[in-house]
């Protein structure tokens, strides 16, 4: 059974940061693959930060500069360190492959950005 646990989110004033983590179940998905999403409310989950086998990794234009995904391969967790937060970075974050998501996903873990 495929297992994403998303963790790490919180409330955090505008310019603050906040480090999200998943880990995944190993039989299904490798941390060599992860990507994190993210959906607003009334928008569509869209990607935020990918990262591929190879170490090469992908931004949504809105998060260069303050967003950093990483992985720790030995415990399949991926993470997103998220710096300089902003109110529209507000969402339900999940992590999931990359860069073609499975059709399962995990709960999610909220971020609120207060201005």
């Known amino acids: 059974q495929v297992q994403l646990v998303e963790s790490g989110g919180g409330l955090v004033q505008a310019g603050g940061s906040l480090r999200l983590s998943c880990a995944a179940s190993?039989?299904?998905?490798?941390?060599?693959?992860m990507g994190w999403y993210r959906q607003a409310p009334g928008k569509q989950r869209e990607l935020v930060a990918g990262?591929?086998?190879?170490?090469?990794?992908a931004y949504a234009d809105s998060v260069k500069g303050r967003f950093t995904i990483s992985r720790d391969v030995a415990k399949n967790t991926v993470y997103l360190q998220m710096n300089s937060l902003k109110p529209e970075d507000t969402a339900v974050y999940y992590c999931?492959?990359?860069?073609?998501?499975?059709?399962?996903w995990g709960q999610g873990t909220q971020v609120t950005v207060s201005s």
């Open positions: 990262m591929l086998a190879d170490g090469s990794t």
């Open positions: 190993k039989s299904h998905l490798s941390a060599y693959i």
């Open positions: 999931n492959r990359y860069p073609v998501p499975i059709t399962y």
